[in-house]
Nanobody, 120 residues
Framework: QVQLVESGGGSVQAGGSLRLSCATS????????MSWYRQAPGKEREFVSG???????TYADSVEGRFTISRDSAKKTAYLQMNSLKLEDTAMYYC??????????????WGQGTQVTVSS
């Protein structure tokens, strides 16, 4: 029912910036939290940032102070502003939404990812 589409990835020089978007479609039956994860080649998928339905944001230590998560409720879109990008930020970035189905049961949805590549 719920589909997520990430965009905004690309190639950028170290120290540069990118803004990722996660647009949702489909009906949600309760409030939703949105999060960003990333996975680099040969590494486990890791949490980057999250924004719950109450507006509380969290960040991984590795990105805190450089990344900012936000949400446009009207557009049902989450954003990840990434500044001062480092080589180690290179990864596939995934959006995750946790919300309710028609039976008000908690469900998790994932986007297909958008590639971020940081070069020196």
């Amino acid at each position: 029912q719920v589909q997520l589409v990430e965009s905004g990835g690309g190639s950028v020089q170290a120290g540069g910036s990118l803004r990722l978007s996660c647009a949702t479609s489909g009906y949600t039956f309760c409030g939703y939290g949105m999060s960003w994860y990333r996975q680099a080649p040969g590494k486990e998928r890791e949490f980057v940032s999250g924004l719950d339905s109450a507006g509380i944001s969290t960040y991984a230590d590795s990105v805190e102070g450089r990344f900012t998560i936000s949400r446009d409720s009207a557009k049902k879109t989450a954003y990840l502003q990434m500044n001062s990008l480092k080589l180690e930020d290179t990864a596939m970035y995934y959006c995750k939404v946790v919300t309710c189905d028609a039976n008000l049961q908690r469900r998790t949805y994932w986007g297909q990812g958008t590639q971020v590549t940081v070069s020196s």
